[in-house]
């Protein structure tokens, strides 16, 4: 699953909204549009007699021929469909001055955090509008110059460069490339000198990293078997294996290293200690937080994989390693999370020892790097930076230039060096160059400034949610901004996974504000910004406390004069997609528009596909009559009023998302189409080629968010609503 961000963002009122749309007289094109509006007649969905029997429940689910996304009937459904959404966004009078001012905010150059090997650097770039990010390697007194640019190798730009890992000399780097927004993965091998291509390939990966051996020889990978073809978007993904590849050879050739038949749902996820003494494999369980740790010693080929945390108590997180002493975050016995060190002096019995104590704040994120611990911790949902010597001792903190979210901390234990991003709501993400031995951050790579970010303020506001909880809300607006209920009002949140919904740049948010909107960032139980606690507290039976939590922000930005309801949009995507899905289902009176995107729409059914099963330690299953309860007191599809005033609806999913399928976003969008009795439109849009987001070419992701926010905009602004 996916946290839904934008990117990057700036201002040229006048350029960006004709008067028709920014302003609450009515125009003439807007009375045209509204007129259109309530004569919409939806492509006809055809229904079944299709009911399932859940312990005695009976559940019909007349849609179900629309999960068959390659199906002739389902082929035509969808060009009907994008057919009828495409003439009505094309018509919005705002899209032309947002896809406008939105080429603007992606147009400036992008830096990945870099990553030093050697004496090497490694980093992604894009120009600006590329479709994709290519991959640069710098020496010293040498020019950068481009290592692999996947924009050459498709010419609509759907090929996109997933992950990287640089081999201990710098010679060898292993990559991984997505077609189409999937999430099966190609994996190469490139010599860093010639810029070549060894004849390795590897398939069927998903969810990888991989981790070289000390001599170069080769590299630990997790695997798939392989898929019947024609069922990749769809296939269960399970029974995952470790495999050892060594360079030069046919993938079939490659090592089984690590397998547990009898724990098809375990995944891999292989590291080497910076000695190369031990590989260390996290084991994920699904999408639970918690999660094992087995290492074995490289040094003896015939070690055995000994378990180093495995009763499945707590989240272990391995943040670097010194000698024979691993680092882990870890949340046993610490819901806001404390790092402990292991030291492998003797493997069969390791001793284990707490280094940095549990606070307030949650740790988000630590590194080992320049022999010291960087510590980001969110406190009240945004982040801190602390550094600890070895032993846990402060060692200071680093400044940052206001609120928002940091991450990058890259090197080895060693280094004396490192780098960073920061980025905030009203600030574009700038990469930072620190230096451990002045203690002084500079700027790596300058860039353009996009935004006018100081014309904005950011206020942190508490919304009570229905049981009393305190729910943090950012909302940013334009100075001197009158709280007379009148502005245009976008509320995005996710709220899951225990995914940190950090204030970070958004390019949507950025063009929403120069256009004169309000943009709240909803901070929402079932999250990890204030630890474990606070992620149970939304997950499982507790899920309406999700919902209940994005609903009390919604009500509190009427309260507080901000909006209201006819000024009142929401959006999410992925696990917020669902979140937007269930709350307009319960409080359709409360908004006026909304965008779920590739959300996680039939409850019932999500884990019968690809990776879906992963998600029922966060949701639960409807396999299970307890949680079917649950489930069905929510889910999207089977929660639908039929004759409610929904508000205006635009659902957007990919024709062959393998993450979350588009049969969700299909069969919501038909169920909501018969059920709609207001006058707003429900408008299915479905991108082909297209997945679950990443990898999505920067022409159509500008395409596609200048849809979004005109319809959004759009429909916050009708005068027709009381």
């Not at 090929?159 to 999430?183: C, H, P, Q, T």
């Not at 398939?203 to 981790?211: D, G, L, T």
């Not at 139980?525 to 630890?531: D, P, T, V, Y």
């Not at 917020?576 to 059914?605: H, I, K, T, Y």
Request: with cysteine; aromatic share 10%.
């Amino acid at each position: 699953m996916r946290s839904s961000k934008g990117l990057a963002g700036v201002v040229v009122l006048a350029l960006l909204l004709p008067q028709t749309c920014s302003s609450p007289v009515p125009g003439t094109v807007v009375a045209k549009m509204s007129e259109t509006i309530t004569r919409l007649r939806y492509p006809p969905t055809r229904e079944s007699a299709q009911v399932d029997d859940y312990h005695g429940t009976r559940v019909a689910d007349p849609y179900r021929w629309l999960e068959d996304v390659d199906g002739p009937e389902t082929q035509v459904w969808i060009q009907q469909q994008n057919a009828l959404s495409r003439a009505h966004l094309a018509r919005l009078p705002s899209r032309k001055g947002m896809l406008g001012r939105l080429r603007q905010l992606f147009d400036r150059p992008r830096y990945s955090v870099p990553e030093k090997v050697g004496n090497r650097l490694f980093y992604r770039f894009n120009e600006g509008l590329q479709n994709q990010s290519s991959l640069w390697v710098e020496e010293p007194d040498q020019d950068r110059r481009l290592l692999l640019d996947p924009n050459l190798l498709r010419t609509d730009g759907t090929m996109a460069l997933v992950e990287f890992k640089v081999s201990r000399n710098g010679r060898w780097v292993a990559y991984g490339l997505s077609e189409a927004g999937s999430d099966w993965q190609k994996w190469r091998v490139r010599d860093v000198v010639t810029g070549e291509d060894l004849r390795d390939e590897l398939r069927w990966i998903k969810f990888a990293q991989v981790a070289w051996t000390h001599d170069h020889a080769g590299f630990f990978y997790p695997r798939y078997s392989e898929t019947t073809k024609g069922e990749e978007s769809l296939a269960t993904n399970t029974t995952q294996r470790l495999y050892y590849h060594r360079l030069g050879d046919e993938q079939s050739a490659d090592a089984l290293v690590f397998e547990r038949p009898d724990h098809p749902e375990w995944g891999y996820l292989p590291a080497v200690t910076e000695n190369g003494r031990f590989l260390v494999l996290h084991v994920w369980v699904g999408t639970d937080v918690r999660n094992h740790v087995f290492i074995k010693d490289l040094t003896n080929h015939d070690s055995p994989f000994l378990p180093l945390f495995d009763a499945l108590d707590a989240k272990y997180q391995l943040i670097g390693d010194v000698a024979d002493s691993l680092f882990f975050v870890t949340d046993l016995d610490a819901p806001t999370g404390r790092i402990v060190a292991v030291d492998l002096g003797r493997p069969e019995a390791p001793e284990k020892r707490e280094i940095v104590a549990p606070g307030r704040s949650t740790i988000r994120l630590a590194r080992l790097v320049g022999q010291r611990l960087v510590v980001v911790r969110l406190t009240d949902a945004h982040d801190e930076v602390a550094f600890h010597d070895l032993e846990g001792r402060p060692l200071g903190t680093l400044g940052l230039p206001g609120i928002g979210e940091v991450d990058g901390f890259t090197g080895q234990g060693s280094d004396q060096e490192t780098w960073y991003r920061f980025s905030s709501l009203t600030r574009p993400e700038s990469i930072e160059h620190l230096s451990f031995e002045s203690g002084e951050s500079s700027r790596w790579k300058r860039k353009a400034g996009v935004f006018a970010g100081e014309a904005f303020e950011t206020r942190v506001e508490t919304a009570r949610s229905r049981d009393g909880t305190a729910v943090p809300l950012f909302i940013v607006h334009r100075k001197g901004l009158p709280r007379n209920g009148s502005h245009p009002t976008l509320l995005n949140g996710y709220g899951g996974f225990a995914i940190p919904h950090c204030p970070s740049f958004s390019e949507i948010a950025a063009a929403w504000l120069d256009s004169g909107g309000v943009y709240a960032h909803a901070i929402l139980r079932g999250g990890g910004e204030f630890g474990e606690e606070w992620h149970q507290a939304g997950m499982l039976d507790r899920k309406q406390n999700v919902f209940d939590d994005f609903i009390a922000c919604a009500v509190h930005l009427i309260e507080r004069g901000y909006t209201r309801s006819a000024r009142l949009a929401i959006q999410g995507a992925s696990n917020g997609g669902l979140l937007v899905g269930a709350c307009l289902n319960q409080r359709p009176d409360l908004f006026a528009a909304a965008v779920p995107e590739v959300g996680v729409m039939d409850m019932l059914r999500f884990h019968k596909f690809t990776i879906g099963w992963a998600w029922t330690s966060e949701y639960g299953s409807s396999d299970d009559p307890e949680q079917l309860r649950t489930l069905l007191s929510y889910s999207p599809l089977h929660n639908i009023k039929p004759g409610a005033r929904h508000p205006a609806t635009l659902i957007v999913t990919g024709d062959h998302d393998d993450r979350v399928v588009p049969g969700h976003s299909f069969k919501y969008a038909a169920a909501l189409q018969k059920a709609q009795a207001g006058e707003g439109p429900i408008l299915l849009s479905i991108t082909g080629k297209a997945g679950h987001g990443f990898g999505k070419p920067v022409a159509l992701e500008i395409e596609e968010a200048a849809d979004l926010l005109a319809f959004l905009w759009h429909y916050s602004n009708r005068s027709s609503r009381p």
